[in-house]
């Protein structure tokens, strides 16, 4: 059980992430919304949560997304040498996932009587697999291949979120910005060498607009219609405009895609939609 103690040291730590950050910025970026400031008062003290990922690939008991990785990690490493026949493989796993056990009241329960305070449940990993409801495309938990589609509870993502907020816990959403999946992130047409996107923003823009308002209107799509968020949750920190990224504290390395995704305007309408969000 060594990996216990690290585990809930970690869990107790995130609650402090948010408070550090602002209070490390400079004067001119510190957040001043004090509907932002209550709820980060807030999640401080709740201090203990649950952070949740879940999805198709769950089935083979492997990582999710990463092994669709072409990256030089041990995450990335994958049981078949056929990379293609992998990524068809893992990409037709929806079409096998029946979670008729699921139990998502029984899941909150547990996570409260473990003293946790709030649920960050994954909407969407880097493979671009919905776990919500979204009308933006059928790479979705509800589409008629997606054999769990007819359960009543088959929109997953509002059946964790109720069961949640039933017991009394925050809930958060967390929602990856990379889209493996999606045809303007990885373009088909191109080689995947790596997490990044696959073409040059620069000379196709029109394909990288087309990705970041997909992206704008799912996320506008959990924040309108999933009831009230503490937190968006966003991963996936490559995908930002600066031309280096954080890969540990301090520690930084080139980020070889200038991949704009225009936050300030998901940030503004996540406000409008769920005031005060984290």
């Not at 950050?21 to 957040?31: D, K, T, Y």
């Not at 400031?37 to 949560?49: I, N, S, T, V």
């Not at 359960?151 to 910005?177: C, E, H, L, N, W």
Request: charged share 25%; hydrophobic share 40%; glycine share 6%.
């Amino acid at each position: 059980m060594a990996g216990v103690p690290f585990l809930v040291a970690s869990a107790l730590a995130l609650g402090f992430v948010l408070a550090a950050a602002n209070a490390q910025a400079p004067q001119e970026e510190r957040e001043t919304d004090p509907l932002v400031l209550a709820k980060l008062a807030r999640w401080q003290d709740w201090k203990f949560g649950l952070m949740m990922h879940w999805g198709p690939y769950s089935q083979w008991g492997v990582v999710e997304s990463w092994t669709l990785c072409s990256e030089d990690e041990p995450w990335c490493r994958r049981a078949m040498d056929d990379y293609c026949a992998y990524k068809k493989a893992y990409e037709a796993l929806p079409r096998t996932f029946d979670p008729v056990q699921f139990d998502p009241e029984a899941w909150a329960a547990a996570a409260k009587a473990a003293g946790m305070r709030y649920v960050v449940f994954t909407t969407k990993h880097h493979d671009g697999f919905s776990m919500f409801d979204t009308r933006q495309t059928d790479y979705r938990v509800t589409a008629p291949d997606v054999p769990f589609h007819t359960d009543p509870r088959a929109d997953i993502t509002r059946a964790v979120f109720d069961a949640f907020r039933a017991q009394g816990m925050g809930v958060g959403a967390y929602f990856s910005k990379p889209d493996w999946h999606h045809p303007d992130f990885w373009a088909p047409e191109w080689a995947t060498p790596d997490r990044n996107v696959n073409y040059s923003i620069d000379k196709y823009p029109e394909r990288w607009q087309r990705f970041r308002d997909f992206t704008y209107r799912q996320i506008e799509e959990l924040a309108a219609g999933y009831g009230p968020l503490d937190i968006l949750w966003f991963d996936g920190g490559w995908v930002r405009p600066a031309p280096t990224v954080e890969i540990a504290p301090g520690v930084f390395r080139r980020n070889p895609k200038n991949m704009d995704i225009d936050m300030p305007r998901i940030a503004a309408m996540a406000r409008r939609r769920q005031p005060g969000v984290l």
